[in-house]
């Protein structure tokens, strides 16, 4: 208890709202429009629209130079309604993947964080509590008490560790990454580990023990905060293969 007194500064949120989100907000919408229009840049799709045209165009001549009978008109429709399902499946499926992702992400910020905070009493003095709050709620300078089972809330540094096993996979790429976390890791012990084994990071995942940290990053200034600005940042990226496929498209 010592520690956790040492941690909570002074100036220490008191109000159980915390000040300040931590939350790692979607990146910006486009105009649903705009989204749709866009699948029409597919190469298959732009084919698919020269072949259109191309039929369009016979079939004037067909039925206007030729006297052709309007059942040619069968094959410009075809195509076109093939273009229209295949655009459409494409947008309505990605639509539902991205509401289910929003959903996933809104639960996950409602978990339960099990807080040390100072909490005035009746009285009017100021004791130390354990109380629960939303993982949205978590600010910096909090002190957490994470068990066997937990997602890391946020970024921080042990203060108090008690066999503290915890998942990093998230963030080293490897398919289990796990670390003995401990409070009182020195530079020697942090020699070819991929982060400090007293630092914790938001997205991990507590595999075993027990321990206290202090949040030193909430939201998008934590590590996994700075992978989503960059995963937003990528998408401007054009690889070798989407720059192939847009030569394609610009040739057509």
């Not at 045209?53 to 075809?78: D, F, M, R």
């Not at 130390?128 to 068990?147: A, F, G, Q, Y």
Request: one cysteine or more.
């Amino acid at each position: 208890m010592r520690h956790i007194e040492l941690a909570l500064k002074d100036d220490s949120n008191i109000v159980i709202e915390g000040k300040g989100k931590n939350i790692i907000p979607p990146p910006e919408k486009e105009p649903l429009w705009k989204r749709y229009f866009a699948k029409f840049n597919d190469p298959l799709i732009m084919i698919l629209g020269v072949a259109l045209l191309l039929s369009c165009a016979l079939v004037c001549y067909e039925i206007g130079w030729t006297n052709g009978s309007w059942n040619l008109v069968i094959e410009p429709i075809g195509i076109l309604v093939a273009m229209l399902l295949s655009t459409g499946i494409g947008f309505i499926v990605e639509l539902k993947a991205e509401k289910e992702f929003e959903v996933l992400n809104t639960v996950n910020d409602e978990e339960i964080v099990k807080v040390f905070r100072k909490i005035k009493t009746s009285d009017g003095k100021y004791t130390t509590r354990l109380v629960k709050v939303k993982k949205k709620d978590v600010c910096v300078d909090d002190v957490v008490r994470i068990e066997a089972g937990d997602a890391i809330p946020a970024d921080g540094m042990l203060i108090e560790s008690n066999q503290l096993l915890v998942d990093e996979s998230a963030f080293t790429g490897e398919p289990f990454a796990s670390k003995n976390a401990e409070s009182t890791a020195d530079k020697n012990d942090n020699e070819g580990a991929a982060y400090a084994k007293n630092m914790l990071l938001r997205g991990s995942t507590v595999i075993e023990g027990n321990g206290i940290y202090v949040v030193k990053a909430v939201g998008l200034a934590t590590e996994e905060g700075k992978g989503a600005i960059s995963t937003q940042k990528g998408k401007e990226v054009r690889t070798p293969l989407n720059r192939q496929l847009d030569g394609l498209g610009k040739w057509i």
